[in-house]
């Protein structure tokens, strides 16, 4: 879904409390308890204290109630809050996006916010309730915008999975190689290549959650000067230790293929470049596996007409034991079986996933199985427990035909894991 992403825009600049402003669809405003404004997707925060006042007042007025405001429902908008100890992050949308996937979508936002300043950014409000985020946070807003256009067009957010590229597995285990070749304090080598998971080295007894790495991904997107040069920064991950800073190496070691080395070490700049310097020596002696590195680069998604089943228009399948997922392209090169060739009705596509998302999972038990019709699309979905598959057929497709080539479909992606997922890291 990636190539369906949209175009950035100064969004920043809008004046607030305009029709203009206000007919935007989604809109994500951050701002602290006492109701002081830190971010808006659109427009210029600064201006946005009435809007905060009244944000605040709606969470302080359910709060004094005894209860905690949760999400709204105002004809078409949708307005979700979620409160994260002195921070407040509110969406509010009608797009159709589901409630869950609101809050999972603000859920990431804090988290991107805890990997600039830490989780000790609590004690700051603890000393000041009023104090102005905004100054700490500083030109890292380009972060939180490019989560949310990221959020807008990719289900990694949704499912939680970190994307993964397709490969042939012998040059998975190449790589493998060459990362395993590794310096003292590494913790964490991630290898992505155009939002899509290449190779991982994990330090022993150390876990890297599908969320920090979503988080460093979204981190080098937000920018291009990272292709440029090597990149020095300090970066939390929340899951691994949102109290203090690791430190992160970034470079691109080939054409649109990324390498970031994270060490806890404020002081290993140099011996991370040697290693960096190290990876592209072995890459530019090995022209064969390099070429078809690039190969699968160029088009990191795959056509959904390769795997045989006619049926099939779309589907996204999640492996559970690597935290994982992978999906064939959209647009206009998605192939004859696939309908979804413009942005527009790529999200619709999305929210269709996103509603049978929140009912498997909502509630107590997960269901195993579901079977959705609308107007425009049937959907299977399943959940075995070790993967989660959702599949998306005509609208008057008929259910023993779906289920088959449901059936049909797993199978042939079970057969395909070596190359589709990275099923084990170097070490």
């Known amino acids: 879904m990636s190539a369906l992403c949209s175009p950035r825009k100064r969004y920043d600049e809008e004046e607030p409390n305009t ?14 308890s006492a109701g002081k404004p830190i971010f808006s997707r659109f427009g210029d925060e600064s201006k946005l204290s009435p809007v905060a006042g009244v944000l605040q007042a709606l969470v302080s007025f ?6 905690t405001i949760r999400h709204v429902r105002v004809g078409a908008h949708r307005v979700v809050f979620l409160m994260r100890g002195p921070l407040y992050l509110v969406a509010v949308s009608t797009c159709g996006d589901t409630v869950e996937y609101l809050w999972q979508q603000l859920h990431y936002l804090h988290a991107q916010i805890i990997s600039i300043l830490t989780s000790k950014v609590e004690q700051i409000f603890a000393r000041n309730a009023s104090f102005d985020l905004r100054g700490l946070l500083g030109g890292t807003d380009r972060v939180i915008r490019s989560l949310i256009r990221y959020a807008n067009a990719e ?28 310096p003292a304090d590494l913790l964490f080598a991630v290898m992505v290549a155009r939002s899509h998971l290449v190779h991982l080295y994990k330090a022993k007894k150390s876990v890297l959650h599908p969320q920090d790495v979503l988080l460093v991904m979204n981190t080098v997107a937000s920018s291009s000067s990272f292709r440029e040069d090597e ?67 160029s088009e990191p998604q795959y056509r959904v007409d390769e795997f045989g089943v006619p049926e099939v228009r779309h589907f996204i399948y999640k492996l559970n034991a690597v935290e994982q997922l992978s999906a064939p392209r959209l647009g ?57 598959l959702y599949v998306v057929f005509s609208p008057l497709v008929s259910k023993p035909v779906a289920i088959a080539a449901c059936q049909k479909l797993h199978r042939s992606l079970k057969k395909e894991h070596a190359s589709l997922f990275l099923l084990s890291t170097a070490k």
């Open 155 to 182: 289900p990694s957010l949704l499912f939680n999975a970190v994307p993964s590229l397709r490969l042939p597995p012998p040059v998975r285990a190449e790589l493998g190689k060459v990362l395993a070749a590794r």
């Open 332 to 388: 206009p090169d998605a192939g004859p079986q696939c309908p979804y060739r413009t942005r527009d009705m790529a999200k619709g596509l999305f929210r269709v996933y996103q509603h049978a998302h929140a009912l498997i999972h909502g509630t107590s038990k997960p269901l195993r199985e579901l079977l959705v019709s609308t107007a425009t699309e049937t959907v299977i979905a399943r959940n075995s427990g070790d993967a989660e």
């Open 231 to 297: 990149s020095w920064l300090p970066i939390c991950l929340p899951c691994f230790n949102d109290k203090g800073f690791v430190y992160a190496h970034v470079s691109f070691v080939a054409e649109e293929l990324c390498l970031v080395l994270i060490t806890p070490k404020a002081d290993a700049f140099s011996p991370l470049s040697a290693f960096r310097q190290q990876v592209m020596q072995r890459l530019e002696a090995m022209p064969e596996l390099l070429g078809t590195l690039r190969s699968s680069i």
């Open 62 to 67: 359910v709060d004094d109630s005894g209860d």
């Open 19 to 32: 029709p203009a402003w206000a007919a935007h669809r989604k809109h994500f405003f951050i701002l602290s």
